[in-house]
């Protein structure tokens, strides 16, 4: 006899999946065999919009506690370039701030503008490669063109030209 499961069943089951990604750990959690969960998650709107309303929510709550904890990291690096890392002397066992080098003070600022420029949707590095090719292309334009100049009329009109006929 096939056991019937309600509306809260369904949803309760594609919650669980949501968190745990798998039809099997689902089964396991809920009760209910792997084969009927695989058919909701294959045939049920519902399932995918339950599945992706908590998916919603914990991405909510993953952003706010990162958020957080990122805020608490720039407060410690900021903290450290003002004062210094925290050393113990090994005699005496008092600790004291010491300043950061150079090297880790170029590295703290590199990472900062780097995620700073991801962010603002800005490129994090410049490449000459474009410049290259244009200049490729340019000498390319030169051998198979002998009335190819700087300026490109000549060239122009060659490919109008050829256009035409």
Same mark, same amino acid.
């Given at each position: ?9 369904r ?21 209910? @065999? ?11 709107p ?10 919603r929510e914990? &991405? ?21 370039i ?14 004291y701030?010491? @300043?950061?080098?150079?090297? &880790?003070l ?6 900062c503008y &780097? ?9 994090t ?16 334009l ?8 700087? &300026?490109? @009329?000549?060239?122009l ?9």
């Amino acid at each position: 006899m096939k056991r019937s499961y309600t509306r809260e069943d369904r949803q309760r089951a594609a919650a669980t999946y949501a968190v745990t990604g798998s039809v099997v750990k689902t089964a396991e959690i809920v009760g209910i @065999p792997h084969r009927t969960l695989s058919d909701w998650k294959a045939d049920s709107p519902e399932w995918e919009a339950t599945v992706s309303r908590i998916r919603r929510e914990k &991405d909510a709550e993953l952003d706010a506690h990162f958020t957080e904890i990122i805020a608490r990291c720039s407060e410690e690096v900021r903290d450290r370039i003002e004062h210094g890392d925290w050393k113990r002397d090994a005699r005496s066992g008092e600790t004291y701030r010491q @300043p950061l080098s150079a090297k &880790d003070l170029a590295l703290v600022g590199a990472i900062c503008y &780097d995620k700073r420029q991801l962010l603002r949707n800005l490129p994090t590095s410049r490449s000459s490669s474009a410049s290259v090719h244009v200049e490729e292309l340019r000498a390319s334009l030169r051998i198979q063109a002998p009335e190819y100049r700087a &300026d490109g @009329p000549a060239l122009l009109q060659a490919v109008r030209d050829d256009e035409t006929s």
